[in-house]
């Protein structure tokens, strides 16, 4: 027989997403942190800093293959152990890296990391909203998307400051050190899961399984169209200085923390289709600013990150739904997975469109052009997404009458 889950309240399941949200932060950081850091790291590799593309290219392979992977087996293993294991493996690889001066040996380690950490978050999630009321839901999975704001708040320029006057090592070590203190906090808050003597069958991997396990990623394709120019963008298009570069973008970061706490409070209020379509508008207005010329940077980069985030959350809170509970690791794990491919595609499309360092305007209106023309059809996923959803529900019912 299935588990019977336990589900908390508002107040007794904040800290468990609280805990969540700094593994994600953690994970997320030590993905994110190795395109800069690799800047202070290409000479004793003795490579050039171009590199980095391999270093990120190893990590998103084994990222995608241990997501496919997961969701065929991660109901086999006990989810609270999983998390430890992984959190503790990520910590060893970090260190290890700084005892290497061998760039195979840092592509096989940046391998062993990916693998780690395409499956940390989609358990942990899973063990968040198993234990979350479907009122509190997307709540709780805004407090863990919010993560990554904090990531570009406060843990990359941490990271730098560690870079530039300690050395690349000290950034590395913070990152193994703040692996090791997850360990304690899911021993003892993480709720353990219940004990059953089935295990739960894979989701079908049909065309209704990916099409909500790509939800996320369809969203996320459209700003990381534009991310990896955001900083030309700024400066040549919209007059920001270099001296404002780092203020924006923590004002952008506060704008998408704000905007994802909003829209986790909001989900249980309005729907997603409701959502989806605000957040949609603004996100396309702040494409506006730059393709009209307007020297307006701060509020660009403050709209455009808030609308993507807010737009993350609500697509999150939509699709989670889609999985079992005893099929929801497996499901979070491909729905990263997918991710770390659509991301790729949107890295490797930019730098197709602008191939040189010197960016036309009418070559970046034409990225933005794609950028909005892709985001608009998020809401049109939303309601379709929605409806399938419905239709099942109402399947359901009617097989309990029968």
């Known amino acids: 027989m299935p588990p019977v889950t336990q589900t908390f309240n508002d107040k007794s399941l904040m800290p468990i997403a609280l805990i969540m949200a700094f593994i994600q932060f953690t994970?997320?950081?030590?993905?994110?942190?190795?395109?800069?850091?690799?800047?202070?790291?290409?000479?004793?590799?003795?490579?050039?800093?171009?590199?980095?593309?391999?270093v990120s290219g190893m990590y998103t392979s084994g990222a995608v293959l241990s997501g496919i992977i997961a969701f065929y087996w991660i109901g086999h293993f006990n989810k609270k152990r999983f998390l430890i294991a992984n959190m503790a493996l990520l910590g060893l690889l970090t260190f290890l890296t700084t005892f290497t001066a061998s760039f195979n040996l840092l592509l096989a380690l940046r391998f062993c990391a990916g693998l780690v950490g395409g499956t940390t978050m989609g358990v942990g999630i899973s063990i968040l909203i198993n234990h979350a009321p479907a009122n509190l839901r997307g709540k709780?999975?805004?407090?863990?998307?919010?993560?990554?704001?904090?990531?570009?708040?406060?843990?990359?320029?941490?990271?730098?400051?560690?870079?530039?006057?300690?050395?690349?090592?000290a950034a590395l070590w913070l990152i193994s050190t703040l692996c090791l203190l997850t360990l304690p906090l899911i021993v003892f808050f993480i709720?353990?899961?219940?004990?059953?003597?089935?295990?739960?069958?894979?989701?079908p991997l049909d065309r209704n399984t990916l099409l909500f396990a790509s939800g996320n990623a369809l969203v996320q394709f459209s700003p990381m169209l534009v991310i990896p120019v955001l900083v030309p963008l700024m400066t040549r298009q919209l007059g920001a200085s270099l001296e404002q570069l780092s203020w924006l973008f923590f004002a952008g970061g506060i704008a998408g923390y704000l905007s994802s706490k909003m829209t986790g409070a909001l989900t249980s209020r309005f729907s997603a289709s409701s959502l989806a379509t605000g957040a949609t508008l603004i996100?396309?207005?702040s494409l506006l600013i730059p393709a009209l010329g307007y020297p307006h940077s701060a509020l660009f980069i403050i709209l455009f990150l808030g609308a993507s985030y807010s737009r993350l959350v609500s697509s999150s809170a939509l699709t989670i739904q889609f999985p079992d509970n005893g099929q929801r690791a497996g499901f979070a794990s491909l729905q990263t997975s997918i991710m770390y491919l659509m991301t790729t595609a949107a890295f490797f499309l930019t730098a197709f469109l602008l191939p040189t360092d010197e960016i036309a305007p009418q070559n970046m209106n034409m990225l933005l052009v794609l950028c909005a023309i892709s985001a608009s059809g998020f809401p049109v996923i939303v309601i379709i997404l929605q409806k399938k959803l419905a239709k099942r529900t109402i399947q359901a019912e009617r097989l309990i009458s029968d």
């Open 191 to 203: 709720p353990r899961d219940q004990v059953s003597c089935d295990t739960p069958p894979a989701l």
């Open 140 to 169: 709780m999975l805004a407090t863990v998307i919010a993560s990554y704001s904090i990531v570009s708040i406060a843990g990359m320029p941490t990271i730098l400051f560690l870079c530039t006057h300690y050395g690349w090592h």
């Open 27 to 54: 994970n997320a950081l030590e993905y994110m942190m190795f395109n800069p850091v690799f800047a202070f790291m290409a000479a004793d590799f003795l490579v050039p800093v171009s590199f980095s593309g391999y």
């Open 283 to 285: 996100f396309i207005l």
